[in-house]
């Protein structure tokens, strides 16, 4: 589709679009019917845009029947490439057809799978882009909501929108403006358009990721967590596991709070989806020492991580011993070690090494285990027995 090349002299000069009802003026240049009649009568301009003469009101246009019938044929031979998708797309530049094409657009989308495929080779990600950081930069929120909307339900890679917006990362900061909206719908599509753009990101737009950024994406999940959809939380939560995996983002957030946002969404009892969001940030965070400070100055950090192993998931099991594991290797102090008895951290890593789960998982309790038997075996825990079994 993106082999298709528009005839020139097919593109009105004033909407840039396809001509329907080709018109040609006595300046000799031809326009679309609508586009120049809006130049003359509601512009109140009496100059030909292109060449700059004199053009009186009530100069006649005239209809140029052998140019429309070649656009017609053309588009006929071409329609099933995807010359209508790109009409169409186009449309979203024209104020007036604004929210009647997204929604044409959506509809679309809505369709199929094949649907949704032929309108990201129409290039719908690089206008979809554009269109919201314009609204961005002149603060117009017609339309936003659509646009964001679909820009999620076809799942755009950001690689298809190449040039000036991606590379300098305009959406991300059109997607923070859009946090500070009132309209809770269009900051729900944020959140969902923001978890596309950071997966498909390069790792450049990644490492820029400003400490403020994570500090709109926290507070916006303090706000969610408790009054949107498990959706929302988990789109923000995709976002800050993928902002994460880069060491200066990781500082950014331990400072501004995520490590405690995290638990209180994990207190909630969600589901297991954001059950597993939320153990691999934490994972990612408890990797440095003010991470893991912060975890352990919480009351319920290593409470909340214990009793998620062997009760959601594989996946959630294999994190949340992981955390375990930074947080006894590195701060195990007494008194860490102490808390990890009292809220049943070392029984439930004995009952992990008796459990029908993988070995790998296994060897990892076991290893936090051994590493502080001298301490460990002579507490008071029930699961004593296997616990000297097993680190002996």
Known sequence: MENIEVPEYFICPISLQIMKDPVTAVSGITYDRESIENWLFKSHNTICPVTKQGLSRQSDLTPNHTLRRLIQAWCSLNAAQGVELIKLIRDLY???????????????????????????EAGLAKSLVSFIVSCYKTGETNGLEEALRLLYTVRV????????????????????????????????????????????????MLERLKPEFFRRILHHLREAAGNSSQLETNSLLHVLLEGCTRGRNRAAMVESGAIFDLIEVELRGPEKKTTELVLGILYHLCSSADGRAQLLSHAAGVAVVTRRILKVSPTADDR?????????????????????????????????????????????????????????????????????????
């Open 157 to 204: 890679p950001l690689s298809q929108s190449k040039g000036p917006v991606a590379e300098t990362g305009d959406i991300v900061d059109s997607l923070m403006w859009v946090f500070g909206c009132d309209n809770k719908a269009v900051k729900s599509h944020a959140a969902f358009a923001l978890e596309v753009v950071v997966q498909k990101a390069n790792p450049g």
């Open 94 to 120: 024209l104020p007036d057809l604004r929210i009647k094409t997204l929604r044409e657009l959506e509809a679309l989308a809505l369709e199929s799978e094949r649907s949704r495929v032929c309108l990201v």
């Open 320 to 392: 949340a011993v992981l955390i375990i594991g930074l947080i006894s290797k590195y701060s195990g102090t007494s008194g860490v070690l102490q808390e990890m008895l009292r809220v049943g951290t070392v029984a439930k890593l004995c009952t992990v090494m008796q459990a029908n789960c993988a070995s790998h998982l296994k060897e990892r309790a076991r290893e936090i285990l051994r590493a502080h038997s001298d301490v460990l075996k002579d507490s008071p825990c029930i699961e004593v027995a296997t616990l000297t079994r097993y680190t002996r």
